[in-house]
């Protein structure tokens, strides 16, 4: 099924030479649902490649790397080697103990607080350094055995990982929101002068659930609309009916920008760069 599929996204830029994949690095990124993937040119520090993929016939993990297999086949990638492949887990089963609390043998009793876990998933974690706290996550074990079979030396991170990182960068010396936007869930962070106050993910449905849960997470924080500025990534527009229900309760909405030092190839210049904000900064 998964052979009929046809990516959303498509775009390579002139530059993307199959021969020169020893110098890209490649982000994946997994969710059910959803696959995508960004090639990154090292030696010109340029991104040349997108793909993104999104159906619901991306049920389980076998679904989610064949598809991916068969991108790469089309793109005569598939066995190439790369200079660096990150795969990024896009799932909502995630949490985040402090540092100091941390036991490495209590990571599946950490995730049992707050979600219900399977058999069949492995419970991994990451400290996040500069907020002196570890995200613990779970993802499918075939997946996992999937990537570690075709790439040994791959490097797996949650998404959720590199949102916070990549926020705090941005980070002001007055109270911020960040909020990273997926199919139907999204990610919430706030900080204030470099120090995380607060984070979640909020599953919708609809763009009242939405506003919903991003105006009574600030409130709950004690944030206003009116005087504190939220940046938004991820799969959204600012023309979407979202952002425009939120502007009603928001003054300052704003989306992440590309970083100067980023070259973008010519195709991918029409893609909004919050579509890729996550692939880029797992690529830096």
Known sequence: ??????????????????????QYRMAIQFALGGLSFALFDTETQTLVGL?????????????MFRCLERALEFKELNNKHFQFIICLIDERICTLVPQALFDEKEVATYLDFGFQTYGGQSILFEPIATENCVNVFAMDKALQNKIFAKWPTAQVRHSSSIFMESSMKLASESKSVFVNVRNRDFDMLIQEKGKLLFFNNFKFNTKDDFAYFL?????????????????????????????????????????????????ISKALQEVPYQYYHIHYQALR
Do not use: W
Request: charged letters at 20%; hydrophobic letters at 35%.
């Open 215 to 263: 105006m009574f997470a600030m409130e709950q924080n004690g944030l206003s609309g009116n005087d504190t500025p939220v940046c938004f990534s991820g799969l959204i527009l600012p023309a979407s009916e979202i952002v425009e229900l939120c502007g009603r309760y928001i003054r300052d909405i704003h989306f992440v920008e590309a970083p100067q030092e980023l070259n």
């Open 1 to 22: 099924m998964t052979a009929s599929l046809n990516p959303y996204i498509s775009q390579f830029g002139e530059e993307f030479d199959v021969g020169k994949s020893s």
């Open 51 to 63: 793909e993104c993929y999104q159906s619901d016939l991306l049920a389980d993990s076998n679904d």
